[in-house]
């Protein structure tokens, strides 16, 4: 877990970033998770131009720490800069994507066979519902036209899954192309209903064929999401940009990312403020709309049940001739409940959301920046009080980008005494 704000007034843009990161691995076939306090989330990407970059989610990139692209990249850069900062953004990501010596095509390929990995035994299961059968075990003992049969069916619900906005058929054909005869040459080796039994060998094919698809199909739900934020400005932008993206790591040798519209902002002369939490958000939302949006919900539904309840009690306490139906009930709960929302909610905007705003738009970049800390820490708290885990903990990092002074650490953590290493310093600049 993380916690990470951006805020934004027209004069600058602050990020700061927990420390925490979370190690899961596998011990005894039960999940075990441990958590450090010393990770990295916080990057300059330039060092000319006056642009940040913070991560969250996944630390790493198909095994490849994000470190390493975020620091090959600003050297690569140099002094090099850019108009815009979108520009930034998708010289960025293409220098992920063609980066051999980081991520090499043999890694890529590796990664696109581990994905097929993990959508066999997916695979399997839908073979095995469609026999009957609740454990993929089971399917040792089936007759091979069962499994003809079963295999037909599991084709045609692959064939009928949706294939997402990011993914393209020319993604199946170069997973095909690139892994088809190695799996088909594994196959009665490694894949468990073929294992042992020569007499299933001709059904390979369509399994692997169905099996690509089905991975390729599934790849975003199953893909370890990284968000990517990068804020700053082009040098023909005097107020501050913020792009958010939603990176799913390398689907062959494609880079699979995408912009998040909805928390991307661009600021300019008549702009609000900015707050735009990450990843770990509750305290952040509650300080910013005065209630928490988890009890908002509450609230919300809690509504609809007692409107209509309130609204049958009514009729039958009426004795109404021609009652409501249902379904007509149910339309004017949903327009009453609406409505007391909009108001509700009106009001969040007008005292809480609209004043902040205004506020932050005066604020002096040391407050602005005290704010930021001040908000992950109270992140922090709330996880330390209420999770054993600690996932949102460890030093904050903090940084200030404004268009003349650049990108300024105003906290910033360092794995060593600082005092002992002067050439350090000396190197960077």
């Keep these: 877990m993380t916690a990470e704000i951006a805020i934004m007034s027209r004069t600058a843009v602050v990020l700061a970033a927990d420390s925490a990161t979370t190690v899961t691995t596998w011990k005894n076939g039960e999940l075990e998770k441990r958590y450090f306090k010393g990770a990295n989330k916080l990057y300059e990407l330039s060092r000319r ?3 940040g970059l913070m991560i969250f989610g996944s630390a790493s990139l198909q095994t490849v720490p994000w470190e390493l692209y975020i620091k090959s990249f600003r050297d690569d850069l140099g002094v090099e800069q850019f108009d815009k900062l979108q520009t930034y953004s998708e010289k960025f990501f293409d220098f992920v994507q063609h980066n051999d010596k980081l991520f090499s095509k043999e890694s890529k390929k590796d990664a696109l066979l581990r994905l097929l990995g993990g959508a066999s035994y997916r695979l399997q299961n839908i073979i095995a519902a469609h ?4 454990d993929v075990e089971h399917l040792k ?7 003809d049969a079963a295999l037909t069916q599991a084709e045609i619900d692959v064939e009928n899954l949706i294939l997402p906005d990011l993914v393209t058929e020319a993604d199946i054909a170069n997973a095909v192309s690139e892994t088809a005869a190695d799996l088909e040459a594994v196959a009665i080796q490694s894949i468990d209903i073929f294992v042992q039994d020569p007499d299933r060998a001709h059904l390979v094919p369509r399994f692997v064929a169905a099996l690509i698809k089905l991975a390729v199909k599934q790849f975003l739900e199953y893909a370890s999401l990284t968000g990517v934020v990068i804020a700053g400005y082009g040098k023909e932008e005097y107020f501050p940009i913020l792009e958010v993206y939603d990176c799913y790591g390398f689907l062959g040798d494609r880079l699979i990312v995408k912009k998040n519209e909805d928390d991307s902002k661009t600021m300019d002369a008549s702009s609000p403020a900015v707050i735009q939490p990450f990843a770990t958000t509750h305290m952040i939302d509650t300080f910013r709309m005065g209630v928490s949006p988890d009890v908002f919900g509450a609230v919300y539904d809690s509504s609809r049940m007692a409107l209509s309840e309130m609204g049958t009690r009514v009729m039958n306490e009426c004795g109404a001739q021609n009652p409501l139906s249902q379904q007509q009930l149910e339309e004017i709960i949903a327009e009453t409940r609406d409505s007391h929302a909009d108001q509700w909610y009106e009001q969040i905007r007008n005292q809480h959301v609209f004043p902040l ?20 820490e109270l992140e922090s708290l709330k996880e330390r009080v209420t999770r054993p885990s600690e996932s949102v903990s460890g030093p904050i990092d903090v940084a200030v980008i404004s268009k003349h002074d650049g ?23």
Excluded: C, Q
Excluded at 131 to 134: A, D
Excluded at 359 to 373: E, K, Q, T, V
């Design 407 to 429: 990108f300024v650490w105003i906290d910033r953590k360092h794995y060593f005494k600082p005092e002992l290493n002067p050439r350090f310093f000396k190197r960077a600049e």
């Design 357 to 376: 705003s205004n506020i932050i738009n005066s604020l002096p970049l040391p407050d602005m920046a005290g704010l930021a800390r001040s908000l992950i």
């Design 141 to 147: 003992s089936t007759a091979p036209h069962e499994i």
């Design 49 to 51: 131009g006056p642009v």
């Design 131 to 134: 026999v009957g059968e609740s």
